[in-house]
């Protein structure tokens, strides 16, 4: 939030005011030829009356802004100016107010109650707070905002004329090289069928593009320059991923030199989100953080090629030390907070690991041998503090504050503290380190991931380890099986086909082996149920036999229903009701078991004909010179003439019309429609009289 060497102490009006501390990193005042790391710690209410500038050096005040209400605050790059930007707000004719406002920085003034003319160099109307900062040239020479279709350029000695306009259709973000080239570079996102497109000007040659890149699959992007503004990084997200592989919309990244020669789509290798991207101060290599956890960091060069890839973690942050030695790899947010410290000048060497865990900023200091970490609300209202730790990944700091709300480093040129050997002495930590080092209790043992008992003793599959502890690479559609076999636990399962037979490998079947195999695996109880079953089975396998036995030609065929069945189980019209309701014989259940009979004794002339069975007691058969009764029952569901089928559609609203009656005589209200359907049971009956049926 600070980008001067001066420090901002925002006072409201009230008992409690807000203060701002300015503490040394580690021994208190500085001291001749010290290294010049300040910490800068803002804690106090964001409801302001005014803003004072501090010189951080010398706690000089160097100036006092009556601005209220103030939510954001920036410098530009030589500090010159501090720009404020308001909640938005209408004066009283309903117009809007201008909420965005540059100051000049004068040594020694102070603004009367009113705004002094003389200490506002510039207004504007600003109703977003994304993105609401201007943006200026290395050397303060120039500035940019963005209106409809158009960045605006004003020089800064004249912020109320517009210098220059860059015209583009469908610019949705801008950004300007730190470089000395005089660059910007403009997003368009897709429309009406159209690629997304970044494009790289010269200031002010806007007639066309030193560079362009056109693209899909691009929503919103960040526009990343390196420190000398001669490449340009382009991070873009999508809102939503159409493969459905995550809840986040897609990544992309792409390169763009300023000159034209080169722009190229980054190849990863790792499927998942891209989770930051990192210049080098040096502007001659960058690193990503990409992939499915744990990620993948690899380090690429100004041509997209990977030159070094780093263990495989659950990492998401990338940040290069202030001169470009160092490289810190660390995990974040929902992760643990490990911080991976790397020496790119000794092949790549891991240095140490550092436990920084709930850190919601995390800085390298101007000299580069420490990094800031700290826990801020309101992302977290406990644990808040401010803690530095050396290279080394010893702790020399910390504090701890009830209610932190922003901390960071003054920045400094980094070519005013060259970088020696850090790792060669290792200076004392302060007293308040050693203080909560005592504190931290070490766990004796390790705690590892809870294993349920039936899992204990035995090796982790490789399905429940990391990717980079050796287990099996994550899959985004699903498909990757944690069932029993070579990645779970207990013995590989085979595939098996449901009521088929077991084969061996040698093809032979082995039922009774592979039977006996998985009762040794059931519990008793599992063991007592599966005898349960398979005697109920046996059982039902016996009387369904039984049932289906053969029926002789003198023999009641099935469908006739015994006396003992209940007169419940058939229908108004006699008829039995199909146990299977998906499949209707259209024969004759009569004939049907006649045809079953003659077949069997043809098939075995010899066997004697069994006496049917009701209800476990054999019938007497009737004398073979007695014709049987013609027992063939007619369908419903049957063929039969036109009219029958008529009459048994009218008898069908007969019945409807009787429960109507029914129902409306019990007090039920009908609907409307049902009352005209009881209006036509003198139709129906006249229709029915028509055909020929009696009632």
Known sequence: MLKSSALLDQREICDAASTLLVADTLHGPLQKGEKQ????????????????IVDASTGHIVTTLPAQNVFELGFPPLGSFLITWQRPSKDENGDAIKNLKVWSVLEGHEAGPEEDEHSVAGRFVQKSQTGWNLQYTYDERYCARIVSNEVQFYQ?????????????????????????????????????????????????????PVSQKNFYKGDKVQLKWNNEGTGLIVLAQTEVDKSGKSYYGETTLYLLSVNGEFDSRIELD?????????WSPNSKEFGVVYGYMPAKSTIFNTRARAT???????????????????????????????????????????????????????EWSPDGEHILTATTSPRLRVDNGVRIWHISGGLMYNEDLQELYHVTWRPQNATMQPLENPLDAIPTPHTSALAYLGTVKTPSKPAGAYRP???????????????????????????????????GFGKPRKREVPG????????????AAAAADADEQLSKAALKNKKKREAKKAKDAVEKATGLAPTPDN????????????????????????????HVDPRPSSKQGQRDARRSREQHPNRPTPAPKTNGVAQQQPPASEPLPDLTVTSPGGAGTPQDKKIRALLKKLRAIDELKMR??????????????????????????????IE
């Open 270 to 278: 790792k499927d998942g989100p891209i989770h930051d991207v990192s």
């Open 555 to 582: 023999a009641l065929p099935a469908s006739i229903p015994s006396p003992s069945r209940s007169p419940e189980r058939k229908d108004r019209r006699g008829h039995e009701r199909n146990r299977s309701r998906g």
């Open 37 to 52: 790391n300040r910490l800068e710690v803002h804690r106090g209410s964001l409801t302001l009356h005014r803003v004072t």
């Open 453 to 487: 008992p039936g899992a204990r003793g035995q090796v982790t599959p490789l399905a429940f380890k990391r990717e980079d502890e050796g287990g099996a690479a994550y899959v985004s559609n699903g498909s990757l099986s944690l069932g029993l076999g070579t990645n």
């Open 308 to 362: 070094h890839s780093f263990p495989l973690g659950p990492r998401n942050t990338i940040n290069f030390s202030p001169h470009g030695r160092f490289v810190l790899l660390a995990g974040f947010g929902n992760l643990a907070g490990q911080m991976d410290i790397y020496d790119l000048e000794k092949n790549y060497t891991k240095i140490c690991t550092v436990e920084a865990s709930n850190a919601s900023v995390c």
């Open 500 to 511: 088929a037979e077991l084969v061996t490998e040698d093809g032979n079947n082995n039922t």
């Open 664 to 693: 409306r005589a019990g007090g039920e209200k009908l609907e409307g429609t049902q009352i005209k359907k009881m209006d036509t049971e003198d139709e129906v009956r006249r229709e029915l009289e028509g055909l020929g049926w």
């Open 156 to 208: 800064s000695e004249d912020l109320g004329t517009v210098w220059n306009k860059l015209h583009v259709d469908g610019v949705s973000d801008f950004a300007i090289s730190p470089g000395k080239n005089h660059s910007i570079a403009v997003f368009v996102p897709e429309r009406k069928g159209q690629p997304a497109a970044v494009k790289v000007y010269n200031v002010p040659e806007f007639a066309s």
